[in-house]
């Protein structure tokens, strides 16, 4: 007889402490949420951040290369512009292609490949790119970014005229006297907004990762107390029934009498 009635009140008793139980179970899932999306966030900026030092080196690099190849008309310097440049019209294609508002997923992809971005965070910068290119950075680093493109499209010009000039060997000392001239002045004009743009992707990333840790904290500290206030009525219903069936029990001799 005693076990039953123990069963009985046990039963109860489980049944009353199982929303806590379900309620810290959401609480510790809320917080990894929230962490996850926290990386997620971060896996996306460090992807920027990524194409931004290859994009900038590359910038830096063209230059140099030209500059060199304008010199001593050697072809390896003429590769290796080609290849910086590449990297440049990689990125740029991309970023055109997902500001348009309809492009394809895939081609996206290639071209930040061929840039040399993470394989991981593409698919989150495509994200950024394509949802919040209208955001404070990203649309002060996006605006200098394109600022540089008709600077660097006049590397080229510049470029494939040395080519042609060197493969006829119709080039002049005072020919390529112009053309470095040329070279550094496009290259004054360039490396603001490359320091411009790597600086507003920095703040952009300080700025998102204070916010993101400060959500993350006040949320979880919320859930938290909300869990306290849940566990506080629970418990403090638990005690008054007990209260209740030890004031039946004590006076249980009394009524008997």
Do not use: C
Request: net charge positive; no cysteine; aromatic share 10%.
């Amino acid at each position: 007889m005693r076990r039953d009635s123990f069963t009985s009140l046990q039963q109860p008793l489980a049944k009353r402490l199982r929303p806590l139980v379900y309620a810290l179970i959401a609480m510790v899932a809320f917080i990894l949420l929230l962490t996850w999306a926290t990386l997620q966030v971060q896996t996306a900026l460090a992807g920027f951040l990524n194409g931004e030092s290859l994009w900038s080196k590359a910038q830096k690099q063209v230059t140099i290369d030209l500059l060199n190849y304008a010199a001593t008309g050697d072809a390896a310097d003429y590769a290796d512009f080609q290849g910086n440049y590449a990297i440049l019209e990689a990125y740029r294609s991309a970023r055109e292609k997902v500001l348009s508002g309809d492009f394809d997923y895939d081609e996206v992809e290639q071209d930040l490949r061929r840039g040399g971005a993470i394989a991981v965070a593409i698919p989150k910068a495509i994200f950024l790119l394509d949802h919040f290119a209208d955001s404070y950075f990203m649309e002060k680093a996006l605006r200098e970014w394109r600022a540089s493109d008709s600077a660097v499209a006049k590397l080229k010009v510049i470029a494939d005229e040395l080519h042609r000039s060197y493969a006829d060997g119709s080039i002049s000392h005072a020919e390529i006297v112009r053309q470095r001239n040329r070279i550094n002045r496009l290259n004054k004009l360039i490396r603001p907004h490359t320091n411009q743009f790597s600086m507003a992707l920095a703040q952009g990333a300080v700025t998102v990762g204070r916010v993101s840790f400060v959500s993350v904290m006040v949320l979880s500290a919320a859930a938290f107390f909300l869990w306290l206030l849940m566990a506080r009525r629970t418990l403090a219903g638990i005690r008054s029934s007990e209260e209740r069936y030890r004031l039946l029990f004590d006076s249980a001799a009394d009524a008997i009498v």
